[in-house]
T-cell receptor, first 117, second 117 residues
Framework: AQTVTQSQPEMSVQEAETVTLSCTYD???????LFWYKQPPSRQMILVIRQEAYKQQNATENRFSVNFQKAAKSFSLKISDSQLGDAAMYFCAYRSYSGGGADGLTFGKGTHLIIQP | GAVVSQHPSWVICKSGTSVKIECRSLDFQATTMFWYRQFPKQSLMLMATSNEGSKATYEQGVEKDKFLINHASLTLSTLTVTSAHPEDSSFYIC?????????????FGSGTQLSVL
């Protein structure tokens, strides 16, 4: 079974600064997807970014980028120019590729991100 | 973008009663839907995978007789919590996979907060 570990229960950053959230995972599979989801106080899950394991290039979405290290099984999220609206719980998640879409997500325990004005 | 509607958003019930939660994909067909449970300040845990026209697949430790899942159409999955007890109080979230596009596209409902008195 796959596991996802987020070792930072809480992180704090000044507005406009850059912050990196850590995530490591354990799997024996070679093909899979990795995700970062944001959960604001509304509790709606919002996809921030996703990475296909077969792609060497790190995914980016505007101010959000990842550092994907497949050999190290590491998948960190970098948020640049932090904004007050970025404050939320951030979950790292894993999904197997081999199930043909039949596999659900395995989530880490989450990191609570606080933005200091 | 694709929308998943989850209803009700919150429900309070007496111990021993049953509660039904609906998850609908509004503008796409979903052969597979997933049900998660999230306790306060914790992560999302996959409960079961719902497949249209067939029996659901439950994760280890999830009682299939307590959490009844029905996926009778390509746009609707329901989760029924039978004989609910206070320990079933939690936030339940569904997600749906768009069958028409690549299998990593998952869309989440807005969740249902269940409180059992």
């Amino acid at each position: 079974a796959q596991t996802v570990t987020q070792s930072q229960p809480e992180m704090s950053v000044q507005e406009a600064e850059t912050v990196t959230l850590s995530c490591t995972y354990d799997t024996s599979e070679s093909d899979y997807y990795l995700f970062w989801y944001k959960q604001p106080p509304s509790r709606q899950m919002i996809l921030v970014i996703r990475q296909e394991a077969y792609k060497q290039q790190n995914a980016t979405e505007n101010r959000f980028s990842v550092n994907f290290q497949k050999a190290a099984k590491s998948f960190s999220l970098k948020i640049s120019d932090s904004q007050l609206g970025d404050a939320a719980m951030y979950f790292c998640a894993y999904r197997s590729y081999s199930g043909g879409g039949a596999d659900g997500l395995t989530f880490g325990k989450g990191t609570h991100l606080i933005i200091q004005p | 973008g694709a929308v998943v509607s989850q209803h009700p958003s919150w429900v309070i019930c007496k111990s021993g009663t049953s509660v039904k939660i609906e998850c609908r994909s509004l503008d796409f067909q979903a052969t597979t839907m997933f049900w998660y449970r999230q306790f306060p300040k914790q992560s999302l845990m996959l409960m079961a995978t719902s497949n249209e026209g067939s029996k659901a697949t439950y994760e280890q430790g999830v009682e299939k007789d307590k959490f009844l899942i029905n996926h009778a159409s390509l746009t609707l999955s329901t989760l029924t919590v039978t004989s609910a007890h206070p320990e079933d109080s939690s936030f339940y979230i569904c997600s749906a996979r768009d069958s028409s596009i690549t299998n990593e596209k998952l869309f989440f409902g807005s969740g249902t907060q269940l409180s059992v008195l």
